[in-house]
């Protein structure tokens, strides 16, 4: 079924791909609820000539066939009768959604690769990651994982009918910046983009609308739904305690995170907790200090030391009832609330940017002597050697922390994003912050 006003996402092509794949794995699709899983799938479909959609939220007799299940041809032949839809390996796409809500169908898809190779089946599901951490093994070179996110900055742009912009951005460099007039009009949907944020929804509604006003009421839609979700993360962590979090991380924004800021009266232990939910559900994404010295970057993470930043710009600036109007206007995000918006628009686009088969990976460093400022907001790879990045919210600034760092660890190339043009500072290089995503193009 094709879905109307659909927006193409980058998973489309990945899906494709998996499609024709001789070698194809059973796909389990991951991310945050409301980030486009259903909507993709859905759109896919209308490849095969039968589409089936299984819910196993709202199908509780489905769930039941799924448990007492002992073969999955069977599964299948029962599942057909069920929804009077023909599962015709090589013609049908059998799409199980909520899959969270049935362990026993988790367990049971590495056997639909094994009994049943040649028929297409996706899976997904809100909170999926919680179901999985409770399960050893749920198939071990039989499943593949997609990771999915909200809408890109070249996502968005394709939304609104821009793709030149972006075809543009990967034609500059720092040797052969944009034209300032094109610069300029993708530091106004920047803008707004940082405004409205990449959740689907408000994404399609401003594609359609171009009613900022209207963005922020889906905007908080998509929070208060986030925070009815609480419940049913752990029994044994607060709701309230939840939200305390959400909003400490949106409020702390860049810097080492501080526990005692979430509530100074809870042991560390248990905003832990708190934390690592969140961070499950994908509504948060940690950023760990690594001493950088070499790749690969995990290997030298101190777990004292972490960023924490939310996965949209648009709900971060949401839940620090910021100025939208201003944001709009300002020429320098340092004047607004830290340049905390920025920060979170680099971290959460270098995370788009990666494999979507893997989870995401994303560090920064800080400089561990007593009294030291010195910080690198991101460090990241590239061509075998360390990349470290510093965010410029405005177009001004000093790189002392970044010459610094390149110093120390002998770097031959670091990386400044800002709401400047492409541009060059010896070996440091300069990127505009909205094409932060194309620095290993």
Same mark, same amino acid.
């Given at each position: 079924?094709?879905?109307?006003?659909y927006?193409?996402?980058?998973?489309?092509?990945?899906?494709?791909?998996? #499609?024709?794949d001789?070698?194809?794995?059973?796909?389990?699709?991951?991310?945050a609820?409301?980030?486009g899983? &259903?909507?993709a799938?859905?759109?896919?479909?209308?490849?095969?000539?039968h589409?089936?959609?299984?819910?196993?939220?709202?199908?509780?007799?489905?769930?039941?066939?799924?448990?007492?299940?002992?073969d999955i041809p &069977?599964?299948? #032949?029962?599942l057909?009768?069920?929804?009077?839809?023909?599962?015709?390996?090589?013609?049908?796409?059998l799409?199980?959604?909520?899959?969270?809500?049935?362990?026993?169908?988790?367990?049971?898809?590495?056997?639909?690769?094994?009994?049943?190779?040649?028929?297409?089946v996706?899976?997904?599901?809100?909170?999926?990651?919680?179901?999985?951490?409770?399960?050893?093994?749920?198939?071990v070179?039989?499943?593949?994982s997609?990771?999915?996110?909200?809408?890109?900055?070249?996502?968005?742009?394709?939304?609104?009918?821009?793709?030149?912009?972006w075809?543009?951005?990967l034609?500059?460099?720092?040797?052969?910046?944009?034209p300032?007039?094109?610069?300029?009009k993708?530091?106004?949907?920047?803008?707004?983009?940082?405004?409205?944020g990449?959740?689907?929804?408000?994404v399609?509604? +401003?594609?359609?609308?171009?009613?900022?006003?209207?963005?922020?009421q889906?905007?908080?839609d998509?929070?208060?739904s986030y925070?009815?979700?609480?419940?049913? +993360?752990?029994?044994?962590?607060?709701?309230?305690?939840?939200q305390?979090?959400?909003?400490?991380?949106?409020?702390q924004?860049?810097?080492?995170?501080v526990?005692s800021?979430?509530?100074?009266d809870?042991?560390?232990?248990?905003?832990?907790?708190?934390?690592?939910?969140?961070i499950?559900?994908?509504?948060?994404?940690?950023?760990?200090?690594?001493?950088?010295n070499?790749?690969?970057?995990?290997?030298?993470?101190?777990?004292?030391?972490f960023?924490?930043?939310l996965?949209?710009?648009?709900?971060t600036q949401?839940?620090?009832?910021?100025?939208?109007?201003?944001?709009?206007?300002?020429t320098?995000?340092k004047?607004?609330?830290r340049?905390?918006?920025?920060?979170?628009?680099?971290?959460?686009?270098?995370?788009?940017a #990666?494999?979507?088969?893997?989870?995401?990976?994303?560090?920064?460093w800080?400089?561990?002597?007593?009294?030291s400022?010195?910080?690198?907001?991101?460090?990241?790879?590239?061509?075998?050697?360390?990349?470290?990045?510093?965010?410029?919210?405005?177009? #001004?600034?000093?790189?002392?922390?970044?010459?610094?760092?390149?110093?120390?660890?002998?770097?031959?190339?670091g990386?400044?994003?800002?709401?400047?043009?492409?541009?060059a +500072?010896e070996?440091?290089?300069?990127?505009?912050?909205?094409?932060?995503? &194309?620095?290993?193009?």
């Amino acid at each position: 079924m094709k879905r109307a006003n659909y927006i193409p996402r980058k998973i489309d092509k990945e899906l494709l791909l998996w #499609q024709t794949d001789p070698d194809r794995k059973v796909l389990l699709i991951r991310g945050a609820r409301q980030v486009g899983k &259903t909507s993709a799938i859905e759109h896919f479909s209308s490849q095969f000539k039968h589409f089936v959609r299984l819910d196993l939220v709202v199908q509780s007799d489905i769930r039941t066939l799924f448990e007492q299940a002992t073969d999955i041809p &069977t599964l299948c #032949q029962t599942l057909a009768l069920v929804t009077g839809t023909p599962i015709d390996p090589g013609n049908t796409l059998l799409f199980i959604d909520e899959i969270q809500a049935c362990p026993d169908a988790i367990v049971k898809l590495r056997y639909f690769y094994e009994q049943m190779p040649d028929l297409h089946v996706i899976a997904a599901g809100s909170l999926l990651e919680f179901a999985l951490q409770d399960i050893s093994s749920f198939g071990v070179g039989r499943i593949r994982s997609l990771f999915m996110y909200p809408f890109s900055f070249e996502e968005y742009l394709t939304a609104l009918n821009q793709t030149a912009l972006w075809e543009a951005t990967l034609q500059a460099n720092p040797v052969s910046p944009l034209p300032e007039l094109v610069h300029e009009k993708l530091l106004t949907h920047f803008r707004t983009f940082q405004i409205i944020g990449g959740m689907p929804e408000v994404v399609r509604s +401003y594609a359609e609308h171009k009613d900022l006003l209207r963005c922020q009421q889906l905007l908080d839609d998509i929070i208060v739904s986030y925070k009815d979700d609480f419940s049913k +993360y752990a029994e044994k962590i607060s709701p309230s305690l939840l939200q305390q979090a959400l909003l400490s991380i949106a409020r702390q924004g860049t810097g080492k995170f501080v526990y005692s800021k979430v509530d100074k009266d809870k042991r560390n232990e248990v905003i832990k907790q708190a934390i690592r939910a969140l961070i499950l559900a994908g509504l948060v994404y940690q950023v760990p200090h690594t001493h950088a010295n070499r790749l690969p970057l995990g290997a030298e993470v101190n777990e004292k030391y972490f960023k924490l930043i939310l996965l949209d710009t648009g709900i971060t600036q949401r839940m620090l009832d910021l100025d939208y109007t201003e944001l709009l206007l300002s020429t320098d995000f340092k004047s607004i609330n830290r340049g905390v918006l920025a920060e979170v628009f680099v971290g959460t686009e270098l995370i788009k940017a #990666q494999s979507p088969y893997k989870p995401a990976t994303l560090y920064y460093w800080q400089r561990e002597t007593r009294g030291s400022q010195a910080e690198i907001d991101y460090i990241s790879h590239y061509q075998g050697e360390v990349l470290p990045i510093e965010v410029k919210s405005g177009t #001004q600034g000093s790189m002392q922390s970044l010459r610094l760092f390149m110093e120390m660890k002998k770097l031959s190339l670091g990386i400044r994003t800002s709401m400047e043009n492409y541009g060059a +500072y010896e070996a440091i290089k300069v990127y505009p912050i909205y094409a932060i995503a &194309t620095i290993k193009k």
